[in-house]
């Protein structure tokens, strides 16, 4: 009688620990749709800062903060970032409608 209990308890432990596991994953669309929305959002705030970083730069200039060649450099290595951020988000932006369907 012992061992019944013992393995039922066994049983039911590991039917705990066991079904989270198993309910994610019959549902990967959802967390799919989660993770794309989450890189959206992240790319969303990684273009905003990039335009923060490029409104900076030209205030620094127009302070005589930064010498014309200089604002050259940096704003052309601040504006190659921001594009290719904005392809990630256009990319980014095409699966999450696609994985919702439109």
Do not use: H, N, T, W
């Amino acid at each position: 009688m012992e061992y019944v209990l013992l393995a039922l308890i066994v049983l039911a432990l590991a039917a705990f620990v066991g079904a989270p596991l198993l309910r994610r994953g019959r549902e990967p669309q959802a967390g799919g749709e989660e993770r794309l929305a989450a890189r959206v959002a992240a790319l969303e705030a990684r273009k905003e800062s990039k335009y923060r970083e490029i409104r900076d730069a030209e205030l620094d200039r127009a302070a005589g903060k930064l010498s014309d060649s200089d604002f050259d450099a940096v704003d052309d290595e601040l504006r190659s970032e921001a594009v290719e951020i904005l392809r990630e988000l256009d990319s980014a932006e095409a699966e999450l409608r696609q994985a919702r369907g439109g």
